[in-house]
């Protein structure tokens, strides 16, 4: 434990910079969602669309990556048990649904 | 001996309240957390509990789990009491575990208790006069995981800022312990949307209400948290003895429920109030009386608490369709919430007649265009409409 308490601020700061670091990469893949206002707007139309059309709940998708031209997404079912989870890309201009491997 | 018979006295007084709570079944932000739906707190306190997800009895094991810590939390309130007379003592320990907070929330698989207990670490902390730059960097280690838990942590920054400001360490130091992690937590929001949307919208929900209700709802949820008593005691301590810490902490309690009340909140300003006693043991003259009173106030309000000791419609209608042969989604139609999903065993999708061909069941809590034209049939004496596929 001695050990280990010499160590107290080496452990924090390595967390925080891993976190930081991690969450600095997954933010820069959303950038255009917080620049670009027509950007987020259209995605929050398609998700809502897609998520109609698909019958999924709003709360199991999660934005991977944000450009132009597409949209890529995790979909998770979450329940009790094994969760389905997929990939889906989602076109920026036709709103069609592709799988991630396809594109 | 004695201890031990407290320490299992406490205990029983923790499973009663876990029990209580699972009478009714799992509410939709408790599914929530359960089952690691990532919105709107951080991931570390959900991602836990989604790993005990293959434990039969997780519902219950996080209900005792949960009221065990927040009850057996006296021994902590023991500890910061050192030098007050026994009776004081006891004082402080009933006033906790018979708040209405404990009382209705302990139970409860929610974000708001675990704060609670890590801001009654924090108020520990504070109130300690011990030497913590020993170990100053683990108190900035539990202040991170704190946020990481649920935003409301930072409620407890001017405690957390306080402890860190006494200790004398260098400045950037300082400001790195306490404001990176608030920053990082930043960083966390920006990076899911939809817990920026849900904070956004939690941030609003208060505005097309009048002053005065908001008032009278946050005065409220401040007077039952503490069961009037402690509420009250609470207050007079942390404003009598002029703990600033304390004084900002509970502040932004009641700016933060001002903008975004809910009712498990109230369970937040109560390692706040019990600092308040602490921190000013002349409120404590009369203990035995204060005490008694508390108790009286607390079974009184449990008298008249809405009790609900049914199964929810979720419940009822997922263990019907769960020991379905079929294989197959289940559809639900209209609004529903997550305790629908934490019942199911299999897929819950909303409801759209293209996944029909991929359904087993049907629950109609709205109306279900073209249900019955497709090998479906109804199941009847359910107050749930719920459709099952023809074998």
Sequence with gaps: MERLNRYQWHILWVTQGVIGVVLCVQLFSLVPLYTDSAIRSRTQVLLKATAAREGWLLSGVSIERITDENIRVVYRSYNRGRDTEGCFVIDQKSGSLGLCNAS | MQRILTI?????????????????????????????????????????????????????????????????????????????SPEQRLTICGLWIFSSSIIFQSGTIMMAPITALQGLVF???????????????????????????????????????????????????????????????????????????????????????????????????????????????????????????L?????????????????????????????????????????????????VVSVWMFAHASLAFYPSPARTVMTMVNQLQSEGIVLISGSFGHEWQYESEGTVMRYTPSLLSKAKAVVCLDACPGVGSYGFYQIGNTATEVWVRRK
């Design chain 2, 247 to 295: 004084l900002g902490s509970i502040a932004l309690v009641f700016l933060f429920l001002m903008t975004s009340f809910r009712g498990y909140y109230a369970i937040l300003f109560l390692p706040l109030l019990i600092g308040g006693v602490i921190a000013y043991p002349a409120v404590l003259k009369k203990s035995a009386s204060l005490l008694a009173l508390q108790i």
């Design chain 2, 8 to 84: 299992v006295g406490l205990q029983a007084y923790a499973v009663l309240l876990a029990l209580y709570q699972g009478l009714s079944s799992v509410r939709t932000d408790e599914a929530k957390y359960l089952l690691d739906i990532p919105y709107p707190h951080p991931p570390l306190m959900r991602s836990v509990m989604e790993a005990t997800e293959f434990l039969e009895f997780q519902e219950m094991f996080w209900r005792v789990l949960l009221a065990t810590l927040l009850v057996q939390a006296v021994w902590l309130l023991v500890r910061m009491s050192t030098g007050f």
């Design chain 2, 123 to 245: 108020v520990w902390l504070w109130l300690s006069t011990e030497d913590q730059k020993s170990y100053a960097g683990w108190i900035a280690l539990f202040w991170l995981a704190s946020l990481f838990t649920a935003y409301q942590a930072v409620l407890f920054g001017p405690l957390v800022l306080a402890i860190f400001w006494r200790m004398r360490l260098p400045f950037v130091q300082t400001i790195l312990a306490v404001g990176v992690p608030i920053a990082l937590m930043m960083l966390y929001i920006g990076t899911n949307p939809l817990a920026a949307a849900s904070f956004l919208n939690a941030g609003g929900q208060n505005t097309h209400m009048t002053m005065i209700d908001t008032l009278q709802m946050v005065l409220g949820s401040w007077l039952t948290s503490g069961s009037v008593v402690l509420s009250i005691a609470g207050v007079v301590g942390i404003v009598r003895s002029k703990n600033y810490a």
